[in-house]
């Protein structure tokens, strides 16, 4: 497994990537369907993941890593290097989002995507790592506390207000 950051060619996201991406989110509509984040899950375009990947980028700090296993795309995960709200005083990293492509769930690429972003922040010094789960996702609550993420607290997501729990571990070095 390899992880790659998306990287815009003269402020675009190449098409041919985008295509997989979309690809990606179109196999995930049960969770977009939960989450509220496009209009019609079950029709998620080109041009509607696009638009949401130029969001995600265009905040300071993000990332997106595109996960390949034998070439073949098999996730994603979007993180920030900080809290978005500077006035949160929260000093972690955190991952926005962890897909999976659906086809391919309970294979062991969620794990070892997430634990290859974990070792990425390691390596930068970082010494714990947070992200939030909508409360109406509770096999994502459990996947992540299989992770050894511990709840923190309980919040509103910024972009829709939607209930979650915030989870956190530390990083500890290996």
């Known amino acids: 497994m390899i992880l790659?950051?998306?990287?815009?060619?003269?402020?675009?996201?190449?098409?041919p990537v985008l295509t997989e991406i979309a690809a990606l989110y179109a196999t995930?509509?049960?969770?977009?369907e939960l989450s509220g984040d496009f209009p019609d899950p079950g029709r998620i375009t080109v041009e509607q993941v696009a638009a949401s990947l130029a969001d995600e980028l265009s905040r300071p700090g993000a990332e997106i890593?595109?996960?390949r296993s034998a070439g073949r795309l098999v996730g994603?995960?979007?993180?920030?290097?900080?809290?978005?709200?500077?006035?949160?005083?929260?000093?972690?990293?955190?991952?926005?989002?962890l897909l999976i492509d659906a086809t391919a769930h309970r294979e062991g690429h969620g794990r070892a995507v997430a634990t290859l972003v974990e070792?990425?922040?390691?390596?930068?010094?970082?010494?714990?790592?947070?992200?939030?789960?909508?409360?109406?996702?509770?096999?994502?609550?459990?996947?992540?506390?299989?992770?050894g993420y511990t709840a923190v607290r309980r919040a509103k997501d910024r972009d829709?207000?939607?209930?979650?729990?915030?989870?956190?571990?530390?990083l500890r070095a290996p």
């Not at 790659?4 to 098409?15: E, K, S, T």
């Not at 995930?28 to 977009?32: C, R, S, V, Y």
């Not at 900080?82 to 926005?96: E, F, K, R, T, V």
């Not at 970082?126 to 992770?147: E, H, I, M």
């Open 4 to 15: 790659q950051p998306l990287a815009p060619v003269d402020g675009d996201l190449p098409g």
């Open 28 to 32: 995930n509509h049960a969770f977009f």
């Open 65 to 67: 890593l595109l996960a």
């Open 76 to 97: 994603l995960a979007t993180t920030l290097a900080h809290h978005p709200d500077p006035a949160s005083g929260d000093p972690d990293p955190w991952i926005g989002l």
């Open 119 to 147: 070792e990425r922040f390691r390596a930068a010094g970082r010494t714990g790592l947070r992200l939030a789960v909508l409360d109406d996702n509770p096999r994502a609550l459990a996947f992540w506390q299989s992770q």
């Open 160 to 170: 829709l207000g939607r209930d979650c729990t915030v989870l956190r571990k530390a």
